[in-house]
Structure formats: C-alpha cells, structure tokens
C-alpha cells in the first residue's frame, strides 16, 4: 500500500472508532436519564405503597436507585468506561424499578401524577 492510502485508512478506521465512542456515550446519557426519572419516581411514591405492592421498602429502592445514578452520571461523565460492570448494573436496577416496581405502585394507585385537591382528576 502506499502512503496515502495508509492514511486513508487510519482516518477511516479513527472516525469509525471515535462514531462508536459517541454512540456508546449517548446510550450512557439515555441511561443516565432513565436512572434520574427512576429515583424521582421512587422519592415520589409514597412508603406505604411499597409493601403494599409486595415490593421491596421505599427506602431501599431509594438508596438502590441513588447509587445506580451516581454511577450512571459517572459512567456519562467519562469518569468510569461506558462499558463497565458498574454502569450496566446502575441501568439494569433502574429498568428493574421501571419495569416491575414502577406498574405494581401505579396499579394499587401508589401516588404519582394526575392527583388534585380532591383526587384523581
């Protein structure tokens, strides 16, 4: 090969690198986020809802869901790899919360939205 077809490649294989890098990133900000709602959506819920519902104490989703969200902003802010344990274990706690704590809470009307001065509205 010569020279400038080396190059060529370089940059090619530099832009391809530095596309998967922000791609990787993005999906760290969308995790980072979705740990963010988790942990407002569990502060806003109120502690009696959640052994009603058969689930674990608001006070330990909370402290599951706060720790997952330092170590999602973290693995956003470039402090730890994307591709960390650490980071996907975060997003896999707030999903577990989204996906089957989250609809439990909202089915025996765990607090939330929609509540006016008189009640559901």
């Not at 989703?61 to 730890?80: D, E």
Request: proline share 4%; aromatic share 10%; no cysteine.
């Amino acid at each position: 090969m010569t020279l400038n077809v080396r190059r060529k490649v370089i940059l090619v294989a530099g832009s391809i690198q530095s596309g998967l890098g922000l791609f990787f990133w993005g999906l760290a900000i969308i995790a980072f986020l979705m740990e963010v709602f988790a942990l407002v959506d569990a502060v806003r819920r109120p502690a009696q809802a959640f052994p009603a519902a058969g689930k674990q104490s608001k006070k330990m989703w909370t402290i599951i869901l706060a720790i997952a969200t330092v170590f999602g902003l973290a693995g956003a802010g470039g402090i730890l790899s994307i591709l960390d344990i650490i980071p996907v274990v975060s997003f896999i706690a707030a999903v577990i919360y989204l996906a089957d704590v989250r609809p439990a809470l909202k089915a025996i009307g765990g607090g939330g939205g929609n509540m006016g001065p008189y009640g559901r509205w």
